[in-house]
């Protein structure tokens, strides 16, 4: 059909590290003429994944560190550490594959502090983007989203969007712990191009609003 790029966009592509390697194995083995990227988990990412997909021919796949701070970590549930982070981009970087970053700013006990660690880490493990979203968008039935229905965060001035009469997050809500956060990455953003705020107009205007437009459109997408 004359298709040239693929973005595989599973939650994620390597959740199911057996299934990863087979769709890589699947796509060598027809000899496909094309460029695929996907979404990658920060675990399971061993070198023997990572060179099937340099050899499938997967380009800069984004994978998702969440933040760089230990405590962050722990907060949101995640199962990987600082040190997994660095064993995956570890990996990516042996098979030769240039990968992507993201990671979410103002979640729980996200601040400027922690903010700083997760650049310190980007820095060290060195991807070619590292996307930022200001805000966790809260949704019923996921741990995070329970977590803060049952009580068990302290949302007061915290949350944005559809704050009021929306007790099943259908609409758009927002938690941010600390707008601090935000200030800080945007300092990165304002002296490295490799950092990016994506979103930056959205939910009901919690996202900064710069006064130069041709400055907010250099830093953010």
Known sequence: ??????FFADAEFNNHIGHAEAVCDAIIAA???????????????????????????C??????????NESVLKAFGTNFTTDHIRKAADALHQAGIEFNVDVLVGGPGDSAASVRDTYQLMEEIEPTLVGANLG???????????????GKFDVAGKLYGNVNDNPDFYRPIFYVSDMGAGESF??????????KLFGYDGFGGVNYKLSNPETREALCI
């Open 1 to 6: 059909m004359g298709i040239t790029f693929l």
């Open 31 to 57: 000899d496909l003429d094309l460029e695929w990227s996907c979404y990658l988990n920060t675990i399971p990412i061993t070198l023997r994944l990572a060179r099937k997909l340099k050899a499938a021919g």
């Open 59 to 68: 380009v800069q796949p984004c994978v998702s560190v969440v933040s760089g």
């Open 136 to 150: 966790i968008r809260l949704f019923p039935a996921t741990p995070f989203g329970n977590a803060v229905i049952a």
């Open 186 to 195: 945007m300092e990165i953003c304002s002296s490295d191009p490799r950092y």
